[in-house]
């Protein structure tokens, strides 16, 4: 249920905007058409995230195919839908529908096989899948899943008539839908209608980004383009003012840096290259396929 807000004044100066990044398009999967925007040279500066895509594909053939069965390890992943529907199933014999305004949390951790297939034929596809690195000493874990319909995602209403979606973390005092240790992600789906601002307090030490997915915003006099994605500078504000001369949404993102050796290998994301064999040999003697996977 959307709650309305009551909040002050800006209470702190904005972090600064150190690069924008134009996503790049991709295909994956079965030829799913994409906008990868947060890529493998970008993990390092925005530690604890490995990647982010973006998708937003009016017609079917660009994601009919979906993602047939495919492995993971050592890491997390956070889709989150915009429209559309999609269908995730595994080896364990798991499976759910992930629906417009939905989230799905998945720890890949020791391993699983999952696949990612639209259960549509036409009509918009759009949303986001973003990669969350485990410390070394959860890479290991059981597999889970944690499915979220757009019900269950906490939002609320600023008195300028900002709707916030908390997805992760906390914002002006509501609390997400996920709350994760180590990494303790913040992830929050802003509308902002024309005219209006919104202010997050972010911790000093902890690595953001926003990405714009309608419109147009700025950043401490930085504009960010629609489909753009801004690298706030850890410059020590305590967090980040969005503005927006006409209507906009984006995503924000932030969180706690691992600060741990990152070795990945497409879909397996372990901290050593010795580590990344041996993943390689236990995807090949099947062990893989004889994971059990438990529900959160």
Known sequence: MTQIQKTSATPFASRGVERLVAGRATSDGAGVKLTRVLTQDLQRRLDPFLMLDAFRNENPDDYIGGFPDHPHRGFETVTYMLAGRMRHHDNAGNAGLLGPGGAQWMTAGSGLIHSELPEQEEGLMEGFQLWVNLPAKNKMIAPYYRDIPSAAIPEFTTPEGVTVRVIAGESQGTAGAVQRPDTEPLYLDVHLPAGTRFAQAIPAGHNAFLYTYRGEVTV?????????????????????????????????????????????YGPFVMNTAAEIQQTLQDYRDGLFEAGKVQAL
């Open 220 to 264: 401490a006099g930085k504009v960010v383009a629609d489909r753009f994605m801004a690298i706030l500078a850890n410059d020590g504000a305590r967090g980040v003012v969005i503005e927006a001369a006409e209507d906009a949404r984006v995503i924000l993102v932030a969180g706690a840096p691992l600060n741990e050796p990152i070795a990945q």
